[in-house]
């Protein structure tokens, strides 16, 4: 499947079937049957939802099923109040919203799960079906908010330590082989990719070599995706290769003023689907590092004179 980038135009094109939207995931908690069903049935068309009778049992739901956007639980419950079991997930699942129903005037309990951030919000039974709907659907917003936010901000992170490493590279190296396998390590590591390579191109011919991940046999040489790459110094994104070693392939140009200069490699076991500030973030750091690579020849060239 090909990407555009603005300014850029990736070559290559596979098409890549998109799954559908799966629902939130949910969890409801109470050792009452009959309530547990109704908030079952009142949420099963707009969420996945997950049951569990017992603060006990839904601890060990959450560790088979992983994190949940939403949790309603009631707060009065044999072996464990709802504030309790509510509070132990707060150290692995920090984004969950976390709902309480209550029937009991538990006003300390309350305060102190709410004041610590531990309950988003609390409905006194009986509770009116569409109060509590928009009370979940609002927290249901929340939680994607908030992942949004975390994603993002994970991004910048990782995409300022990936041009700061650049840089690093490009100020301590001494030779062009002790840039490479660096290089290739930081943005393997970045994009979480199973094999990475990056190969230096000197008056047309490929050289020197970086890698990280698993090792073989690479003849970047031969591949018809890195002549493209290298012929029309564009982008080529194959999210699936149909490859039975390596599901998904990236090959970036790393050129400086019409002049390829090495060639970049990510490779992935599966299928990927990358995102064009993912992709932005290869081009831009592909720049960075022809720089990094042409001061390096530079300071070599100067050392050796």
């Not at 062009?176 to 290739?184: F, G």
């Not at 029309?232 to 003023?257: C, I, S, Y």
């Not at 490699?265 to 081009?283: A, G, V």
């Given at each position: ?9 990736p070559i290559?094109?596979q ?12 969890l409801?908690?109470?050792d009452?049957p009959?309530?547990?069903d109704?908030?079952?049935?009142t949420?099963r068309r ?12 839904a601890l060990?739901?959450?560790a088979e099923?992983g ?10 419950m044999?072996e464990?109040?709802?504030t309790e079991?509510l509070?132990?997930?707060v ?5 969950t919203?976390r ?6 005037t538990?006003?300390?309990d309350?305060?102190?799960?709410i004041?610590?951030g531990q309950?988003y ?7 009116d079906p569409?109060?509590l709907?928009?009370v ?14 975390t994603?993002?901000?994970?991004r910048?992170?990782?995409q300022?330590a990936?041009?700061?490493m650049?840089v ?6 001494t ?5 490479l396998?660096p290089?290739?390590v930081?943005f ?6 199973d094999?990475?390579?990056i ?5 047309g011919?490929f050289?020197k ?13 031969q591949?018809?995706?890195?002549k493209?790459?290298i012929?029309?110094?564009k ?6 290769t149909?490859d039975?070693e390596?599901g998904?392939?990236l090959?970036?140009p790393?050129?400086l003023?019409?002049?390829?200069l ?5 490779q ?7 995102r064009?500030d993912?992709?932005l973030?290869l081009h ?17 060239s100067?050392?050796?004179a």
């Amino acid at each position: 499947m090909e990407y555009i980038i603005p300014e850029l135009e990736p070559i290559s094109r596979q098409f890549m079937t998109l799954d559908r939207p799966k629902k939130t995931k949910m969890l409801v908690v109470d050792d009452e049957p009959d309530n547990l069903d109704l908030l079952y049935r009142t949420f099963r068309r707009d969420f996945q939802v997950l049951k569990a009778e017992s603060g006990v049992h839904a601890l060990q739901v959450l560790a088979e099923e992983g994190e949940v956007a939403v949790i309603i639980s009631d707060q009065r419950m044999p072996e464990m109040k709802g504030t309790e079991f509510l509070s132990r997930t707060v150290p692995k699942f920090p984004d969950t919203m976390r709902i309480i129903l209550t029937g009991f005037t538990d006003v300390e309990d309350l305060v102190e799960a709410i004041n610590s951030g531990q309950v988003y919000k609390y409905i006194t039974k009986p509770w009116d079906p569409n109060e509590l709907k928009a009370v979940v659907q609002r927290a249901a917003e929340t939680y994607e908010l908030l992942k949004q936010r975390t994603e993002e901000l994970r991004r910048s992170q990782s995409q300022t330590a990936l041009l700061s490493m650049i840089v690093a590279v490009a100020q301590d190296a001494t030779s062009l082989e002790s840039t490479l396998d660096p290089i290739a390590v930081a943005f393997g590591q970045n994009f979480f990719t199973d094999r990475c390579v990056i190969q230096l191109i000197e008056d047309g011919v490929f050289t020197k070599t970086g890698t990280y991940g698993i090792s073989g046999d690479l003849d970047l040489a031969q591949s018809e995706r890195v002549k493209d790459a290298i012929a029309n110094q564009k982008m080529q994104v194959v999210t699936e290769t149909g490859d039975p070693e390596f599901g998904a392939h990236l090959v970036v140009p790393v050129t400086l003023r019409g002049e390829v200069l090495a060639v970049l490699s990510l490779q992935w076991k599966h299928p990927q689907s990358l995102r064009e500030d993912e992709l932005l973030l290869l081009h831009l750091s592909a720049q960075q590092v022809a720089l990094a690579l042409t001061c390096t020849r530079l300071i070599q060239s100067a050392i050796a004179a």
